[in-house]
């Protein structure tokens, strides 16, 4: 394939203000596996990887030792993304198969995420791969307590990474992770090893191990969420915060029958329209009408994501798969929307589509 009709993979590092996100790609960009990876972060003096760099940084891009290409990002991140997909196809840079994009600390994911789904010109030269969202084990609750940006890095989060664990107690990091798997149960939490560092950011997301872990986790009462977690509302000690946190829930909508995919997608663009300001997530597997193999579902907001196709769905085996009866499953991240709420209006809307092609 021609390079200029590649299509990238990205993955976001997200995380607040000190929680580690340079000290883990710094990390990660050392090894032979992140060669053909092109790191795109903000502004060189605020990233931890000058002992990576090659001299002084006097250009906008840097080839580090091991082929990796560092890139600051200093005007608006379609047009940073576009010049560098321009200047591989020219071979003005090493051909990379991956991007790996380093938001600021304060940055949201959705605004990111807009441009990589909503513009037409990158979204045909990149796809999104995963958001990894790093975690201070030692500051989160004060900064979840004071900051909404901490609160939206850890929904949009399809992996979520714990620095600094070896620095806080053992009772506050277990409290901590309960905490994160209520607040985004559709995410896989890890503690930082050096050992798993670049399977963490390189990897894609849609592995076998990811969906097998998230059908694990969302099969459990109220969408994989542990029973002994403490309520949202009591996480932080913050007035307003609690309000924030009372408002949010993460839940899980099943379905028993495979979904026949124009009434589907039908429904969940009307439910987007009207409630996409207040759902922060959505993170699902379908079972399609007549379609044996799984499909991945993501939305963030108002924005989806291209649907993915896996071979089979996780953990069952050749024999299982002819013999089960899959579910599709659905986790939400949202303000201000009830579960109850959310599958009612899927079942009425089924409903009166059947009436009408009765009528007819």
């Known amino acids: 394939m021609s390079l200029a009709y590649d299509v990238i993979p990205v993955t976001i590092v997200t995380g607040f203000l000190g929680s580690g996100k340079s000290t883990l790609l710094a990390d990660v960009l050392t090894g032979d596996a992140a060669r053909d990876t092109a790191l795109l972060v903000n502004e060189f003096g605020e990233v931890g990887l000058d002992h990576l760099l090659i001299g ?133 939490i890890a503690r930082r090893t050096h050992a798993d560092d670049a399977s963490i950011v390189l990897d ?36 307003a915060h609690r309000e924030r946190l009372a408002s949010l829930d993460a839940f899980c909508v099943e379905f028993d029958e495979p979904v026949e995919w124009a009434v589907f997608t039908l429904w969940f663009t009307m439910l987007l329209a009207r409630h996409g300001d207040g759902i922060l997530r959505v993170k699902g597997l379908l079972a399609l009408a007549g379609v044996p193999q799984p499909v991945v579902l993501h939305a963030v907001h108002h924005l989806v994501h291209p649907v993915l196709h896996l071979d089979a769905w996780p953990g069952q085996s050749g024999a299982e798969q002819s013999h089960a009866v899959p579910r599709s499953r659905l986790v939400f991240i949202a303000r201000g929307l009830a579960r109850d709420t959310v599958a009612d209006s899927y079942r009425r809307l089924c409903r009166h589509l059947q009436t009408a092609e009765t009528v007819r």
Not at 61 to 83: P, Q, Y
Not at 129 to 157: C, F, G, K, S
């Open 204 to 239: 894609p997301a849609a592995t076998a191990h990811d969906f097998a872990d998230f059908v694990r986790r969302t099969g459990a009462p109220r969408a994989g969420m542990r029973n002994d977690a403490p309520p949202l509302a009591r996480l932080d000690a913050a007035p």
């Open 56 to 188: 002084e940084i006097q250009t906008q891009t840097v080839l580090l030792d091991n082929g990796c290409i560092c890139c600051a990002m200093r005007g608006e991140l379609k047009d940073a993304l576009t010049s560098l997909f321009s200047r591989r196809a020219r071979g003005e840079v090493p051909p990379f198969s991956r991007v790996v994009l380093e938001t600021t600390g304060l940055a949201t994911p959705a605004p990111i995420v807009a441009t990589l789904l909503g513009d037409r010109v990158v979204s045909s030269h990149y796809s999104i791969r995963a958001i990894v969202t790093v975690v201070d084990a030692v500051n989160a609750p004060q900064q979840r307590a004071a900051h909404p940006e901490w609160l939206a890095q850890v929904a949009a989060a399809d992996r979520i990474v714990l620095s600094k664990a070896d620095l806080a107690d053992t009772p506050a990091l277990e409290a901590l992770e309960r905490s994160l798997a209520q607040l985004n149960p559709a995410a896989r």
